[in-house]
Nanobody, 125 residues
Framework: QVQLVESGGGLVQAGGSLRLSCATS????????MGWFRRAPGKELEFVAASMWSRTQTYYADSVKGRFTISIDDAKNTVYLQMNSLQPMDSASYSC??????????????????WGQGNQVTVSS
């Protein structure tokens, strides 16, 4: 069993930065994938970024490419989402997720087996 706990959300002005953390516990193997998704009020769950735990592959939604970076710290068993140049359209509840291997579609929420509780990010204009 894998547990995921997010932290680091909050309120920031447009153009600012935030870093989300996802602390993991339980057994995660190198062939697992970690993803970040977000849901804005009244909208569908949206893929943001994903990475293999081995860091051999990363993948980003077009809407965040060049602004967001997913990273993994093995020693701390933590996944990060560095978010720069934030815009009001980025306001949402952000959740991290884990997919056990062998992985399939990194961008599909249905591929993920474990989810965190969600963490609110609000960007003011």
């Amino acid at each position: 069993q894998v547990q995921l706990v997010e932290s680091g959300g909050g309120l920031v002005q447009a153009g600012g930065s935030l870093r989300l953390s996802c602390a993991t516990s339980g057994r995660i193997f190198s062939n697992y994938a970690m993803g970040w998704f977000r849901r804005a009020p009244g909208k569908e769950l949206e893929f943001v970024a994903a990475s293999m735990w081995s860091r051999t592959q990363t993948y980003y939604a077009d809407s965040v490419k060049g602004r967001f970076t997913i990273s993994i710290d093995d020693a701390k068993n933590t996944v990060y989402l560095q978010m720069n140049s934030l815009q009001p359209m980025d306001s949402a509840s952000y959740s991290c997720a884990a997919q056990s291997g062998p992985v399939c579609l990194l961008s599909a929420y249905s591929s993920y087996d474990y989810w965190g509780q969600g963490n609110q990010v609000t960007v003011s204009s």
